[in-house]
């Protein structure tokens, strides 16, 4: 018996040894999570949810007095899927996924060494990190968007049920005296992530089904997002009502931190009346209570395949993340933009400069703006954005979610070919209206010599190239044309297609394939 505890205890030092290891390889990661945290309000709550998670920790500990033997194997193999996972999230500079990855090599680590005894201990805790962790660019974007012009509509509504005037121009909400614009900070992002975090954490609490726990994340979603229209509509109302600089300042802020603890409390109440009589008894019953631990079986030796498997994973994983971390993205060389020609297909280009706010949310590598015209045609408007190498906060914004910011509307949207010689290339049509004005807009993405019309369909090439090349840069073309009395869809059309068969044999020199 006291042979098998020495082994026991032999084995349970190992277990924070590697876990100190991993912290410590994580360190460049977690300051780039932290930076997240202090910098986005969105992620601000950060903090707070990494506590949490910390007191589950200690609030099932009694769970660590006891270990088994299932599912050792199992543990590795999250390890190794984990790592790898990390590993190339590094080598294509997607932040998210290395912090997705350390949750999920943390709970192998911890089913290595315990079994599923150790796992139902650290699963509680890891479920709730995700909600922290800043999702990938591209789908901020969409959420920040489409919230933008979901908040904008509800809140309108609200207004009009109140018997205000109201003329809603996008995400402008035009009350007469006074404009109010939903901007990104606006949208409700800030609200929406802690919400969900908030209300994973509230299933757990309960002792109910599985469907019900999804239920409760639903509805904080679904509060989150009428409780920000809310907010919206008491500050046009308010504003309305009193005087326009009740909207800004401290009593936006304040606002926002009452609407926020106000709008936990709505989704309390809600989940709350989701529950019957015998699950709402069972408050403080779900992860928060553990099963008295068993008494350790001598007879049930320690697995000592797996955790000697898990050693020799961290002797490769250790100095193979070191070294892909040192390894130099590869720069093509390419003319910069201030020498691109400034006459394409016989029109004449007037440069143009995006305000610096645009610039510094865009971070881009290099850019050209400008107004190509011709007579007294409508100008062929020119936009390229290129990135040397991407990574998180710095990949092309598609314009399918920039668009709505700005107040207009997408009417059309559809994927068409162009041609580029004898080759075909694909690109997005989208067809915009802003009151009366109309316009036309061509885009596609480039990619080390590979055009793509899907944004998704772009992040898998830039998640392979990162595979086979040491190469990670390219760049959003976009062509817009105004349409109207003088300049029909079709002659738009058929102008920027010409335009873009032109536009082809020059841009590999500044977009290298």
């Given at each position: 018996?006291?042979?098998?505890?020495?082994?026991?205890?032999?084995?349970?030092?190992?277990?924070?040894?590697?876990?100190?290891?991993?912290?410590?390889?994580?360190?460049?990661?977690?300051?780039?999570?932290?930076?997240?945290?202090?910098?986005?309000?969105?992620?601000?709550?950060?903090?707070?949810?990494?506590?949490?998670?910390?007191?589950?920790?200690?609030?099932?500990?009694?769970?660590?007095?006891?270990?088994?033997?299932?599912?050792?194997?199992?543990?590795?193999?999250?390890?190794?899927?984990?790592?790898?996972?990390?590993?190339?999230?590094?080598?294509?500079?997607?932040?998210?996924?290395?912090?997705?990855?350390?949750?999920?090599?943390?709970?192998?680590?911890?089913?290595?060494?315990?079994?599923?005894?150790?796992?139902?201990?650290?699963?509680?805790?890891?479920?709730?990190?995700?909600?922290?962790?800043?999702?990938?660019?591209?789908?901020?974007?969409?959420?920040?968007?489409?919230?933008?012009?979901?908040?904008?509509?509800?809140?309108?509504?609200?207004?009009?049920?109140?018997?205000?005037?109201?003329?809603?121009?996008?995400?402008?909400?035009?009350?007469?005296?006074?404009?109010?614009?939903?901007?990104?900070?606006?949208?409700?992002?800030?609200?929406?992530?802690?919400?969900?975090?908030?209300?994973?954490?509230?299933?757990?609490?309960?002792?109910?089904?599985?469907?019900?726990?999804?239920?409760?994340?639903?509805?904080?979603?679904?509060v989150s997002v009428i409780m920000n229209s809310v907010r919206i509509f008491l500050t046009g109302a308010f504003a309305e009502w009193t005087d326009t600089a009740i909207s800004d300042g401290f009593f936006h802020l304040f606002e926002g931190w009452v609407f926020f603890l106000f709008s936990f409390i709505v989704m309390l109440g809600v989940c709350y009346l989701t529950l019957n009589r015998k699950e709402k008894a069972t408050i403080g019953g779900g992860v928060l209570k553990v099963s008295a631990p068993r008494e350790l079986q001598p007879e049930?030796?320690?697995?000592?395949?797996?955790?000697?498997?898990?050693?020799?994973?961290?002797?490769?994983?250790?100095?193979?993340?070191?070294?892909?971390?040192?390894?130099?993205?590869?720069?093509?060389?390419?003319?910069?933009?201030?020498?691109?020609?400034?006459?394409?297909?016989?029109?004449?280009?007037?440069?143009?400069?995006?305000?610096?706010?645009?610039?510094?949310?865009?971070?881009?590598?290099?850019?050209?703006?400008?107004?190509?015209?011709?007579?007294?045609?409508?100008?062929?408007?020119?936009?390229?954005?290129?990135?040397?190498?991407?990574?998180?906060?710095?990949?092309?914004?598609?314009?399918?979610?920039?668009?709505?910011?700005?107040?207009?509307?997408?009417?059309?949207?559809?994927?068409?070919?162009?041609?580029?010689?004898?080759?075909?290339?694909?690109?997005?049509?989208?067809?915009?209206?802003?009151?009366?004005?109309?316009?036309?807009?061509?885009?596609?993405?480039?990619?080390?010599?590979?055009?793509?019309?899907?944004?998704?369909?772009?992040?898998?090439?830039?998640?392979?190239?990162?595979?086979?090349?040491?190469?990670?840069?390219?760049?959003?073309?976009?062509?817009?044309?105004?349409?109207?009395?003088?300049?029909?869809?079709?002659?738009?059309?058929?102008?920027?297609?010409?335009?873009?068969?032109?536009?082809?044999?020059?841009?590999?020199?500044?977009?290298?394939?």
């Amino acid at each position: 018996m006291e042979l098998a505890l020495q082994r026991i205890e032999r084995t349970r030092l190992l277990l924070p040894v590697l876990l100190c290891l991993l912290f410590l390889l994580y360190i460049p990661d977690g300051a780039l999570l932290w930076g997240a945290w202090v910098n986005v309000e969105e992620f601000s709550h950060g903090p707070l949810m990494l506590a949490v998670a910390l007191y589950l920790l200690w609030a099932r500990r009694s769970l660590l007095d006891s270990f088994d033997t299932r599912g050792n194997w199992v543990g590795l193999v999250f390890c190794g899927i984990a790592g790898a996972v990390y590993a190339l999230a590094i080598k294509a500079g997607i932040e998210n996924l290395r912090h997705l990855s350390l949750f999920l090599m943390i709970l192998g680590l911890f089913v290595i060494f315990g079994g599923i005894t150790y796992g139902r201990y650290v699963l509680p805790s890891l479920v709730l990190l995700p909600f922290v962790v800043p999702p990938p660019a591209f789908l901020n974007a969409n959420l920040t968007y489409g919230l933008q012009l979901l908040s904008t509509d509800m809140s309108v509504g609200m207004l009009r049920f109140a018997g205000l005037s109201v003329f809603q121009d996008g995400n402008i909400i035009d009350m007469g005296n006074i404009k109010l614009a939903v901007v990104e900070a606006c949208a409700g992002l800030r609200y929406l992530y802690p919400m969900i975090g908030l209300g994973v954490l509230l299933a757990m609490i309960f002792d109910i089904p599985l469907w019900k726990r999804a239920l409760f994340v639903v509805l904080a979603a679904i509060v989150s997002v009428i409780m920000n229209s809310v907010r919206i509509f008491l500050t046009g109302a308010f504003a309305e009502w009193t005087d326009t600089a009740i909207s800004d300042g401290f009593f936006h802020l304040f606002e926002g931190w009452v609407f926020f603890l106000f709008s936990f409390i709505v989704m309390l109440g809600v989940c709350y009346l989701t529950l019957n009589r015998k699950e709402k008894a069972t408050i403080g019953g779900g992860v928060l209570k553990v099963s008295a631990p068993r008494e350790l079986q001598p007879e049930k030796p320690t697995r000592w395949a797996p955790i000697i498997g898990a050693m020799i994973f961290f002797a490769l994983l250790v100095p193979g993340v070191l070294m892909i971390r040192n390894i130099e993205p590869e720069i093509p060389e390419r003319r910069a933009f201030n020498s691109f020609p400034l006459k394409i297909d016989n029109m004449i280009a007037e440069e143009d400069v995006l305000p610096g706010v645009e610039q510094t949310i865009l971070n881009m590598s290099d850019y050209f703006l400008g107004h190509y015209r011709e007579a007294n045609a409508a100008p062929v408007t020119l936009f390229v954005a290129y990135y040397d190498q991407q990574s998180a906060g710095s990949t092309p914004h598609s314009p399918r979610v920039c668009i709505p910011s700005g107040g207009w509307e997408i009417e059309e949207l559809s994927e068409i070919t162009l041609m580029n010689g004898q080759t075909t290339v694909p690109a997005n049509r989208v067809m915009v209206t802003h009151g009366e004005n109309r316009l036309l807009v061509y885009y596609w993405f480039k990619q080390r010599g590979k055009y793509i019309a899907n944004e998704y369909a772009a992040k898998f090439n830039l998640l392979w190239g990162s595979l086979s090349s040491e190469r990670t840069d390219g760049a959003l073309i976009r062509l817009t044309m105004p349409v109207d009395a003088s300049t029909s869809a079709a002659a738009a059309d058929a102008k920027l297609t010409e335009f873009a068969r032109e536009l082809f044999t020059v841009l590999p020199a500044y977009v290298p394939d």
